[in-house]
């Protein structure tokens, strides 16, 4: 082996020993001394306090020799009054003893009073309902003798009462004076006299319009405009076609 050779070699030894080394280094330093800078002394990880009331979560935040404190407050749907939503620094990260941990902290649902649509038409309390951020509920309609119709008699819950944003309002909306509903009777087929006299007993008026129809008896109700059977308020008119007497 000449000079030339033999110095070659000992120069790749050489290097392969300082790449060892170098690689070597690296792992302890991550394996061993990494993790006694980051949790060493003076040096702590932070709890996770999420989900505890503030106070279980200053308790925890102090034993384990951190500082405390509420950065602010948010309504939520999901989270109990109190407990902690979120925190600073993140849970597991390192930091120096004695660092300040912030949170945020629930507060109930937003809440509005229920507005008062008393005496108010339908769809005039419907929008103002709507525009305070509540929902319309259940609307039950009742006869009334002294206040319109499509006018609101009541709300539950009544006005001024708190709920949260979301929630519904129940109407009570009232149908105006009760007249009694009837059932149409079939009036076809029947002379118009016959005719007059059964709307007359069911509270009804009816209104003939006389036409030239042939095949049809005079003076037989030929057709109505509301069929047989409907339901209508008592007092309402029924137009009836009546074949026209022989001239």
Known sequence: MNLRTRKFLNTAILSGIFIVGLIAGVVVFDRVLMPSFTTGSGTRLIPDVTGLTQEEAENIARESGFDFRVLRKEHSDSIPEGYVISQRPVP??????GRRISVVTSLSAASTPVPDVIFMHFRSAQLTIERSGLKIGQIIYQHSDTIRKETVITTSPPPG??????????????MGPETGLVRVPNFMGQLIKDAEEIASREGLILRARYRKIPAVPENTVYRQDIDPGALVERGSSIFVTVARPNE
């Open 92 to 97: 597991g990260s390192p930091a120096k003893k």
């Open 161 to 174: 009462d708190t709920l949260e944003l979301g929630d519904k309002v129940d109407l009570v909306v009232s």
